[in-house]
């Protein structure tokens, strides 16, 4: 059974960075496509980040394109959201997810309904 734990989600003030982390029991990190997601009070979820299975392809959302970065660690089974430059408008529940489809190797998916697995959430909050 696949789990996902995300982590490093905490309070920061606008301009501030944070370093989220999703580390994934009974599954391996390498063979899947990752995604990022996000979900403010009364708002729907919304992508946030992606990355391929090989690694070489990571696709972002216009609103935080240039600030924040998806990452992997095939040893640490783990992927990670660098997010710089935060704003208020950031503060939302953070959640990974796992593709377990096999798709092409340079693939990374937006769609939510390509997602097989999530984690429980990591709140960021940021104050202006």
């Known amino acids: 059974q696949v789990q996902l734990v995300e982590s490093g989600g905490g309070l920061v003030q606008a301009g501030g960075s944070l370093r989220l982390s999703c580390t994934v029991s009974g599954g391996t990190v390498s063979s899947y496509a990752m995604g990022w997601f996000r979900q403010a009070p009364g708002k729907e979820r919304e992508f946030v980040a992606a990355?391929?299975?090989?690694?070489?392809?990571?696709i972002y959302a216009d609103s935080v394109k240039g600030r924040f970065t998806i990452s992997r660690d095939n040893a640490k089974n783990t992927v990670y959201l660098q997010m710089n430059s935060l704003i208020p408008e950031d503060t939302a529940v953070y959640s990974c997810?796992?593709?377990?489809?096999?798709?092409?190797?340079?693939?990374?998916?937006?769609?939510?309904?390509?997602?097989?697995?999530w984690g429980q959430g990591t709140q960021v909050t940021v104050s202006s």
């Open positions: 997810a796992l593709d377990r489809a096999l798709r092409a190797w340079s693939r990374a998916s937006r769609q939510e309904y390509d997602y097989d697995d």
């Open positions: 990355v391929s299975r090989g690694g070489g392809t990571t």
